[in-house]
């Protein structure tokens, strides 16, 4: 018998390791193995888990007509393969590889041990376009670019032999059920599952696109101006090569503009992840070591009014709190949280990183943490960025429709005060029946004074020697050459502007074809 072992990898299409199983010619075990010890990991939340339950209903259902089943088990994974392998002889172990979190590092060394003891196969495919045990960087780009191009590893179903797991071995693996209410998501949260992945996919390349550009940085139009697909490729409904070869056959229409910007980021995606896979200690130390003298608050009232949407800063408290709500908000209010919580909090970001990945349905190690870490300006090669939450609202949300859906204490502000609600006089405080530090906190700390010791915080330490070697370190570890960068960094110059059509240039707040808000 052969086994195959789904992760971060819930599809059936573009999936290498189910296609040489099947080529393999053996009688074949599908597996998912659900692990107390990441379902209980701090990282993870409920939303993550039922993601996951959805995509596996989802998978079994299109395996019934292949006459295949996908077996789901409860158990750490080598107890697991330890109790198929004693009854039905395991030949080879197929599945991708991982770039995870230490808890699943830790997992998969164990893993190969297993293997190694037992005699087993354990053939690993590369996931994405992340490269284990890359010695030069300078090769990363052309090899991504290579597998992007190359024919995606569609399964032949018609090489499947079925294997069947013990019963007894399955009612032993099999856990308590899970939740009946797992099956659907909540109103505002993405349905799980590559069938709902492929939808939405179509429902960006086919209608959605046209405002993508002009979305991205807006917190209320990129929940439908923007892909929307970042939860199936961090869960794996969807490869990154599926998504590129999707937008690269779309990109010779109108919105080619739109399009090149959206894959310049499938190349930042990967970036990221292949930063944590060559240095993962990131998720638990500074990257840059001249950072590790640094002195962070432990205010622990300041850090739950972040963390629960009570700053006193509305947009900061509309994204927090539409995060709990519904799981996403955009990349530039996610920067905002993290710059909010490290510079003007003077938080340390490893308590920021736990609480957000939580929120985040989209949850992806590998570039959570790298992207933490810029964010809060512990790399020492990137531009200090201090994002004024007030600014930011004004430039993105300015007539407040994102903050007042969220923040419904402030639904009867007027626009001149919804961004800044403590500038309102007293008189206008009664006027409008809003009465700052009753209905709606206070702002929790002075916007200019923690600027200005953020700022004194981080330039005394950026200009040591330390942090200079490390950051030198760090780009010859880590970067991409500027000549590629340029390259694929976003719309190339040549790329023509976003035309005017027929269609509205504002996307609707609301797309009924979207399960999502």
Known sequence: ?????????????????????????????????????????????????????????????????????????????????????????????????????????????????????????????????????LQLRDEWSARWHQRMAAPQADPDWSRYLYADLDPKIFWKLRGKPFPKNWETSPPGFQQGGETEACRVLRSFLNERVEWYSSSLSKPEESRVGCSRLSPYLAWGNLSVRQVFQAAKAAGSGPFRAQLTNFASRLRWHCHFIQKFESEDRMEFEHVNRGYDTMAFSENEEQFRAWAEGRTGYPLVDACIRCLHATGYVNFRMRAMLVSFLTHLLGQHWKRGAVHLAKLFTDFEPGIHYGQMQMQAGTTGTNTL????????????????????RWVPELAAVPDAYVHEPGRMTPIEQDLYGFHVGKAYPAPIVNLEEAVREAKLRHFSLRKTDLVQAEAQRIVETHSVPRAEVQAWGGIRRDAPKPKATKKTRTPPRRDPELPFG
Not at 27 to 36: D, G, S
Not at 68 to 77: C, F, K, M, N, R
Request: glycine share 4%.
């Open 1 to 133: 018998m052969n086994v195959l072992w789904f992760k971060r990898d819930l599809r059936l299409r573009d999936h290498e390791p189910l296609a040489l199983a099947l080529e393999a010619g053996k009688p074949l075990l599908l597996v998912y193995i659900l692990e107390p010890s990441l379902r209980t990991d701090p990282h993870y939340d409920e939303r993550h888990w039922r993601f996951v339950y959805q995509s596996l209903l989802d998978l079994n259902r299109q395996l019934n007509p292949h006459g295949a089943q996908l077996h789901i088990l409860q158990s750490e994974v080598v107890p697991a393969l330890e109790a198929i392998h004693r009854k039905h002889r395991i030949e080879t172990l197929f599945s991708y590889e991982e770039t995870g979190l230490k808890l699943t590092f830790d997992r998969d060394r164990a893993v190969g041990r297993f293997c190694r003891k037992n005699g087993i196969v354990w053939r690993e495919s590369q996931h994405n376009g992340v490269i284990r045990a």
């Open 385 to 404: 960025r201090m994002y004024n939450p007030v600014k930011q609202s004004r430039d993105h949300d300015p007539h407040g429709l994102f903050i007042r």
